[in-house]
């Protein structure tokens, strides 16, 4: 089994547009799974039939029980959350700002503190127009995007790739460079950074290979928007040969992205399209890469 | 006045808005610009300043104390981050799972765990004309971008008066970095793009931002591209669409050499001077 990550560091510069693309062009052999759990939107290119659904847990939740406490205010001393308030002359918990530490359950002398589990979003596993399976999740609002979630939703994927005996995983990461990136690529076999020659998409590319190096995985990379600034892709192509990137392709600035975006479909369906083309071969190239990896022909 | 430009997708122009909105502001006003988006802190990047300020920003985590201990366990039953391991031998911290609650710290009989700095990031603070760069800046492999957020918030508080204005770049998405840039702000522009990836972040970000009882007004990057959707969209929730900036491939082209796009795309600025209008009548509404 193979996991291929997609990640970018800067939003904004295709990665959700060319997962989709390879999620279609590797049909049902392909286990697809979008841990951009954050602000998911692979969904809206791949229409995943969502037809199981589970909420997931995780952390816990302080809740004050007003019929046991005595309004001592212990809880508000320990907290270094800030998360006890008054409210109406009562001690109340603010569920934006509980960090689920339990100190405060724990020093609380008449035992009024209950912790809860907290939802933080649910999970889904969808089957695609492909034939294929997707696995996917929305984080709930203002929850903690903790790398909980995208863990989970490579697990299933793993799952899924073991029961149906598929050979591929392919994974539309998080952006930044926090704990759910971290997640995202933890296991991968490979990573495909989308990148963009701007100065911003430029910067996170390096931040985000700094992390990167610190996994053992395969790395390549495509240019998308390379002719909106020749001497910055220049500059992003010599970094690539420094690095050790391997470099996929150079994608033109073409709205057909956007175009097919508004008709919720992956670019690599508009027939004909230079765009799909180059797609098609970066896709075929990725794979070939991982292959001869595994057999151990790679020079 | 403290203004957060959010978004909930990635990529819509949240950067470019606050950048070359700080810089237009700048020339008649003193203007604070932070850019809480410490993940992946770009602001930096299109703004040449003089430094004023820099520092090392840590958070407090334990540390173990091996004379001390006596391996009575209440520091691995208290942490509910798994943070702590005691093996009968050693008590591991795992600092970055820590959550710096201090319960294990607190509540050690012995004062085995001390809180000590880790650092997390860096803080940097600079200036040009009446235009101040706040920024902080992650540091490679830390997981928790909340903690320097809210040091930079601080910093804010501790350096410039309430009625400053103060721009502060958010990070994306709606999970708790962007609720900690956001909560406290006493308005939102929410930058969004008109595609359906846009809107359907977009909606995202409008139910944070309610949710936290924030008012809210949108900002329409690449105008032309895409659909009409995002416009409908906020018709109907009644949100105020503070301007729209056209889709411009010499806009793009401004950004990607990491310049200001203002002086060069007039179209582009005309919206902006909106947006800064839009802000000041605001402030004003405000100070009423």
Redesign the interface.
Known sequence: MKEIVVIS?????GK?SISASFSLLGGEEVITADCDV??A?LH?LLAPDFAHAEDFHS??LARIDPARCDECGICAE?C??DAVHMVDGHHHIRE?DC?????CA??CPQRAILLQERRVGQWYRSRLRTGGTMVHAR?D?????S?KLVAKVKQEAREAAREQGREWILVDGA?????PV?SSLSGADAVVFVT??????F??LR?VH??VR?FDMTTACIVN?AD??PE?TRHVHAFLQEAGIRHLADLP?D?AF?EA??E?CTVVEKQGSPLARALEESWTRLRTLLETERTGDHP | MRVAIAS?????GK?TVSVNLADLLAQHRPVVLADLDV??P?SG??IQAGTVHQEAVHRMVPSWEADQCTFCGVCQE?C??NALIETGSEVMVFRELC?????CS??CPVEALPMTPMKIGDLSHRRTGALDLVQGC?D??????VPLIARTLDYLGERFSRDTLILCDA???????M?EAV?DADFVLLVTEP???GL??LK?AV??VR??GRPCAVVINRHG???ADVEAYCRQEGIPVAARLPHS?EA??C????ERIHPHVPEVAAQLEMVAEFIQRIEQEGAA
């Not at chain 2, 990070?171 to 970095?177: D, I, N, R, S, Y």
């Open positions: 560091g800067k939003g904004g510069t959700t954050d602000a939107d809206l952390g816990l320990v270094r959350f934006l960090e689920g530490c339990g100190y724990r020093v984080l609002i203002g929850a903690e995007n790398g952006p930044g460079i926090g704990c971290m963009e020659p701007t100065v911003s998409g910067h996170d931040r700094d992390l610190r928007k909106l600034n910055m600035y709205e956007t975006m508004v919720g | 909930g997708k990635g990529g819509t950067t993940e992946e770009n990047l299109f208290v509910q981050f959550h710096s609650c201090y319960a607190e509540l992650l490679i492999g830390q997981e928790q971008a990070p994306p998405g709606t999970a708790c970095p609720i909560k595609t359906p990836f359907h972040d995202l139910e944070t949710g936290l591209l895409g659909n491939r793009a082209r950004y990607a050499r990491g």
